[in-house]
T-cell receptor
C-alpha cells in the first residue's frame, strides 16, 4: 500500500517551454501533497505544500509563478515548470500524505533536463 | 526551528559487518524522526519512523534506530550489511508545530564492499 507515482520519469525540453509533472497517490487519498527539488548529490529541498482544493503554500525563495502547483483532486497534484531554463534542470520529487500529520510517501521522482 | 545533522557524508563497510549511520537532531517540540533510503535515480523509501512511542524502532530490511533524547540522536544501525544496502540514506525530522513539514539531513552515502 501507499504507492505514489510520478509521470513522466524523465523529460528533456527546450529552454522557454513549459513542462508539467504529475504526481498521483494510487491507493490512498492524499489530503496533502508536497513537492521537493533535489540537486545532484544534495538533499531534498521542500518547494511547496499543497492541500486538495486550495492554493499551494510555497517555501521562501520559490517563485510561485514559475512553479505552478495544482492539487485538483485527492489523488492528483501537478507541478508545471513555466518558461523553463537550464538552471531549472533538477530531480523533482513529490510526496503524498493521507492526513495533515501523517507519514509522507514519496514518488520515484522526475528528472528534468532543460537544454 | 528544526534541523538534522548527518555526521558522515560517506560510510564504507564490508558485506556482513555492522552498519552505523549517525544522525543528530534539533527540535523545539517532541519531534517525529524518520530514516529514508534512496537508491540511484529512485524515489525515497521509508525505512522506519519514530513518533514518541518505543525509543527503539525497528524498520524494514533489518534496520533499526534508537531515539536518545538526552543525546538528541537517532542513529541508524543494521547488524550485517548486504550489498543491496548500498544507497543514500537521509535522516529526517518533523515537528508537529510545522504541520508535517519535513527537514532533511544532507544524506549519508553507504558503500558496501565485498
Amino acid at each position: 500500500g501507499a504507492v505514489v507515482s510520478q509521470h513522466p520519469s524523465w523529460v528533456i525540453c527546450k529552454s522557454g517551454t513549459s513542462v508539467k509533472i504529475e504526481c498521483r497517490s494510487l491507493d490512498f487519498q492524499a489530503t496533502t501533497m508536497f513537492w521537493y527539488r533535489q540537486f545532484p548529490k544534495q538533499s531534498l529541498m521542500l518547494m511547496a505544500t499543497s492541500n486538495e482544493g486550495s492554493k499551494a503554500t510555497y517555501e521562501q525563495g520559490v517563485e510561485k509563478d514559475k512553479f505552478l502547483i495544482n492539487h485538483a483532486s485527492l489523488t492528483l497534484s501537478t507541478l508545471t515548470v513555466t518558461s523553463a531554463h537550464p538552471e531549472d534542470s533538477s530531480f523533482y520529487i513529490c510526496s503524498a500524505s493521507p492526513d495533515w500529520l501523517g507519514t509522507q510517501y514519496f514518488g520515484p521522482g522526475t528528472r528534468l533536463l532543460v537544454l | 526551528a528544526q534541523s538534522v545533522t548527518q555526521l558522515d557524508s560517506h560510510v564504507s563497510v564490508s558485506e556482513g559487518t555492522p552498519v552505523l549511520l549517525r544522525c543528530n537532531y534539533s527540535s523545539s517540540y517532541s519531534p517525529s524522526l524518520f530514516w529514508y533510503v534512496q537508491h540511484p535515480n529512485k524515489g525515497l523509501q521509508l525505512l522506519l519512523k519514530y513518533t514518541s512511542a518505543a525509543t527503539l524502532v525497528k524498520g524494514i530490511n533489518g534496520f533499526e534506530a534508537e531515539f536518545k533524547k538526552s543525546e538528541t540522536s537517532f542513529h541508524l544501525t543494521k547488524p550485517s550489511a548486504h550489498m543491496s544496502d548500498a544507497a543514500e540514506y537521509f535522516c529526517v525530522v518533523s515537528d508537529p508545530g510545522t504541520a508535517s513539514k519535513l527537514t532533511f539531513g544532507t544524506g549519508t552515502r553507504l558503500q558496501v564492499t565485498l
